[in-house]
């Protein structure tokens, strides 16, 4: 027999797998690629941040890594610079589980911000040191601010949806363990 939690974790580390898939295959279309256009929100780094922050068990180090990686691969970046520093961010965020947990939304949401931004600039930073070229900044930057505001949508639809949801303090799941 599969005990049941650790199917609900396998369950949900396939659903984590086939969102970040549909994501990456989303950012493959040419829709809207419009060079005077906005660009987008990162959503599979909003989806990401959001199901660590609720369940880390679903998302191991080694599964981040393999998406993120995927996508630099797919996307034509430098690979693993934004997967190092999605590395970075998502084991501050799984080493201050404790913390957020007991944070209001609107605290969550201005720390997941705070990261981003710190995302960001040290991507562009590391592009600076290399002398790569890059896009210009108020564009690139206007992609960290749509991420930020579209962060609550991510964490509303997951819980609705997905059923990713913050366990509660001293809440336990079927089998009578603490979550």
């Known amino acids: ?29 040419p829709l809207g690629n419009d060079p005077e256009g906005l660009p987008g929100p990162d959503l599979l780094l909003c989806v990401t941040f959001c199901w660590l ?11 981040i890594a393999a998406v993120f990686l995927l996508e630099d691969l797919l996307l034509m970046r430098p690979p693993g610079l934004w997967t190092a520093l999605v590395l ?18 609107p605290l969550e949401w201005l720390f997941i911000g705070l990261l981003m931004t710190a995302m960001f600039l040290g991507y562009r930073l590391a592009f600076a040191v290399t002398l790569l070229p890059q896009v210009a900044f108020g564009f690139a930057m206007a992609q960290v601010v749509a991420s930020i505001v579209v962060y609550p949508v991510v964490v509303w639809l997951s819980k609705l949806v997905l059923g990713v949801h913050k366990p509660g303090m001293g809440e336990v799941d079927d089998m009578g363990r603490r979550l």
Do not use: N
Request: charged letters at 25%; proline letters at 5%; hydrophobic letters at 55%.
């Open 1 to 29: 027999m599969v005990d049941p939690l650790r199917r609900d974790v396998l369950l949900h580390r396939g659903l984590y797998l086939l969102v970040a898939l549909v994501l990456l295959f989303m950012k493959l279309l």
């Open 53 to 63: 922050l609720r369940r880390p068990d679903y998302l191991p180090v080694l599964l």
């Open 88 to 105: 970075v961010g998502s084991e501050i965020l799984r080493s201050r589980i404790a913390l957020t947990r007991e944070l209001s939304f």
